[in-house]
């Protein structure tokens, strides 16, 4: 069983950035791809990046591209997410996900969930 604890939430201006941590426990971080996923007020959860089990291949909602970078860190059981550029559409609850399968299925097929951190963006 794994288990996900997100952080570095908070309250942030337009334009301002943020630094989201997802740290992983009860499992080999390596064999899992991770992602991160948000839910808005009144919406769906939706996905928002994810990245291979070795780092090297990353995807993005095209709301979040050439703005939020994921990364992550196999030694320390850890996956970011740099979030540059925030507008107030941004704002939402963030979640980190694991996946044994590829980034790119639906969610349901994810495996574990943290949850969540409050990411708000002022105007």
């Known amino acids: 069983q794994v288990q996900l604890v997100e952080s570095g939430g908070g309250l942030v201006q337009a334009g301002g950035s943020l630094r989201l941590s997802c740290a992983a426990s009860g499992g080999t971080f390596s064999t899992y791809a991770m992602g991160w996923f948000r839910q808005a007020p009144g919406k769906e959860r939706e996905f928002v990046a994810g990245i291979s089990r070795n780092g090297v291949i990353t995807r993005y909602a095209d709301s979040v591209k050439g703005r939020f970078a994921i990364s992550r860190d196999n030694a320390k059981n850890t996956v970011y997410l740099q979030m540059n550029s925030l507008k107030p559409e941004d704002t939402a609850v963030y979640y980190c996900?694991?996946?044994?399968?590829?980034?790119?299925?639906?969610?349901?097929?994810?495996?574990?969930w943290g949850q969540g951190t409050q990411v708000t963006v002022s105007s």
């Open positions: 996900a694991a996946t044994t399968g590829p980034t790119n299925q639906p969610m349901g097929a994810w495996n574990y």
